[in-house]
């Protein structure tokens, strides 16, 4: 059964299912947390849908979130009408409860990926997977939503990444995150080889990092929160025009710098309970690098995102943005 999937996929039992049928379309278990679902008869104006959860293998409201999908889907509560593949990122590391096992997998996103390793070796069939989906819906536009929660709180726990690209988002997409009661934008101003850049990247998809309220274990997330997302995707899936929300209620924000741990010396100068999104005045010490030096705040203020102290050397350890005025990241005079 289908809503079995994610226990069967995460008690190492990935083979026991591989095929199957819905009452409005039917699913192939293509690998190990690869999933791709199929409508029986596509709706008109549809996605070539990619949801990936699990990519860190602790953050697990996004994976109760698909189970939840997948359930209603079962039971007949929602119609297929858009070819979807769903994608559990690090299935050991979500055994484990841990972020990564070995090295962060959410950086290995790239085709020139040399690294050798169980989660270079879990990137390149993700790459795959997806390649191949958008591939055989060619004729269908393309999104992807990597779903993610956030190790710190946030000043807006639900906010979305918007990965580095040439070309713009769709206006349209920030109607729809929106109306998901997402909270705040964070524009990326350089490739990050993040899997939502990877999509957006290779194929031009609308592809986008979704950091869905702070990390918790399994059964202790606060799912009523993410019913607007939900039914954002749920939308998707069914191949309806999703609802259209005021993109003015979100906060926009863009990446002035990179905060990269250079250092095995390397500490943060702020308490682990500062929240995403706090800004700190000109002069403030946001860090300290035995090798590359203090990172002092300059002449405009600067919020912290994403702080880690703990990432591997050579890492991000923070990015360091500021508000900005739209979405594709002009600053505020
Ligand atoms: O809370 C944190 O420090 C990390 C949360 C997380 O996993 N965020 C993603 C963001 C990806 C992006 O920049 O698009 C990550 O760090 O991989
Ligand atoms: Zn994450």
Not at 18 to 25: D, N, P, Q
Not at 71 to 93: F, K, T, W, Y
Not at 103 to 131: C, I, K, Q, W
Not at 208 to 228: I, Q, Y
């Amino acid at each position: 059964m289908l809503s079995d999937w994610l226990d069967l996929t995460l008690g190492g039992n990935a083979g026991a299912i591989r095929t199957g049928r819905l009452t409005t379309g039917s699913f192939d278990c293509q690998g190990p947390g690869i999933l791709e679902l199929t409508p029986e008869a596509p709706v008109s104006g549809a996605h070539a849908c990619v949801i990936s959860a699990g990519i860190h293998g602790n953050e697990t409201a996004p994976i109760e979130l698909v189970g939840e999908l997948l359930a209603r889907l079962e039971a007949g509560q929602l119609r297929l009408g858009a070819p979807l593949l769903v994608l559990l990122g690090n299935i050991p590391a979500i055994r484990h409860s841990q972020r990564f096992i070995t090295t962060n997998l959410n950086r290995l996103f790239r085709h020139d990926l040399s690294l050798e390793g169980d989660e270079p070796e879990r990137a390149r069939e993700l790459m795959a997977s997806v390649d191949d989906f958008y591939q055989r819906h060619a004729d269908l536009p393309r999104l992807h939503y990597d779903m993610h929660t956030a190790i710190r709180d946030s000043r807006y726990p639900r906010f979305v990444v918007e990965p580095f690209a040439d070309s713009p988002s769709a206006p349209l997409q920030w109607q729809w995150l929106a109306a998901a009661d997402m909270q705040a934008v964070l524009h990326q101003h350089q490739h990050s080889w993040t899997f939502s850049h990877y999509s957006k990247h290779y194929h031009g998809a609308q592809a986008f990092t979704l950091e869905l309220g702070r990390v918790a274990p399994f059964g202790h997330n606060d799912m009523t929160a993410l019913r607007p997302l939900r039914h954002l995707l749920e939308t998707l899936l069914e191949g309806r025009e999703p609802q259209r929300g005021d993109p003015a209620r979100m906060a926009f924000f863009r990446v002035e710098q990179e905060l990269m741990r250079h250092a095995e010396d390397f500490r943060l100068c702020f308490a682990d309970d500062v929240a995403n999104f706090t800004e700190f005045p000109p002069g403030s010490c946001l860090a300290r690098d035995a090798v590359a030096g203090d990172c002092v705040v300059g002449e405009q203020p600067l919020a912290v995102v994403f702080p880690n102290a703990e990432v591997e050397l050579g890492a991000r350890a923070a990015l360091l943005v500021r508000a900005s005025e739209t979405p594709s990241g002009e600053t505020r005079c």
